[in-house]
C-alpha cells in the first residue's frame, strides 16, 4: 500500500488509492477479505506494507489492524520509505516472510471464484486481457505451468495478466530469492521487481 495512485486522481488526491471505498468498503478492506474466504484456513497475520506516514498516518494504521484483528489475525505494519519496486515492498515486511502465504497489491478490486490447490507450491492468478503489453503476463509451457513473468511485453508472450495476487506454500522460498536481487541490485525500470 506505498504507492499514491496518481493514475487515479483526483480520487487518490486525499485518500489513499487502496482506502478509496467502492460499494461502501475501502479496495483493501474487500480485497482481504476475499481472500480469506478463498483461504478457509485461520489467518495467523496480516502484514501490510505502507508509504509515507503522512499520508499512510494513525488512522490508516488502526483501521488495518482493526481489519486484521476482524478476521481473527494479528496485524503487522511496515513501511516503504522509497518506491522501489514490489519486490522491495515485500522485502520492507522480511520479518513476516515465513510459512505459507498470500501476497497481494492493495488496489487490485476483482471478483471471481478462486480455488487454492493446497498441493502447489506457487499460485499466480491471472485474467484473460484483450491488451497483453499493457500489462505483467505469464508465460506458459506445454503443460499451462508458468515459466516467466514478463512486464509490458513488446512482443506477444501470452494474454493472461498478472491480477496481483500470487500464493507461496512458503513464503521463505520468495524471500531468499528477493534477498539476491536486492543483493546484485537488479532492478527493471529503477525498481526491484
Known sequence: MAGRGSRLR??????????????????????????????????????????DPAWFGEEVVSSLKALAESLGAKASIYRQDKPLGTGHAIMCAEPSLSGPAVIAYADTLIRADFNLDPEADAVIWTKKVANPEAYGVVKLNAENNITELVEKPETFVSNQAVIGIYYFKDVAVLKGKLQEVLDENIMNGGEYQ
Open 10 to 51: 483526483p480520487h487518490s488526491l486525499t485518500v489513499p488509492k487502496p482506502l478509496i471505498p467502492v460499494a461502501g468498503q475501502p479496495i483493501v478492506h474487500r480485497l482481504v477479505k476475499d481472500i480469506a474466504k478463498v483461504l478457509k484456513q485461520p489467518i495467523e497475520e496480516i502484514a501490510f506494507i505502507l508509504g
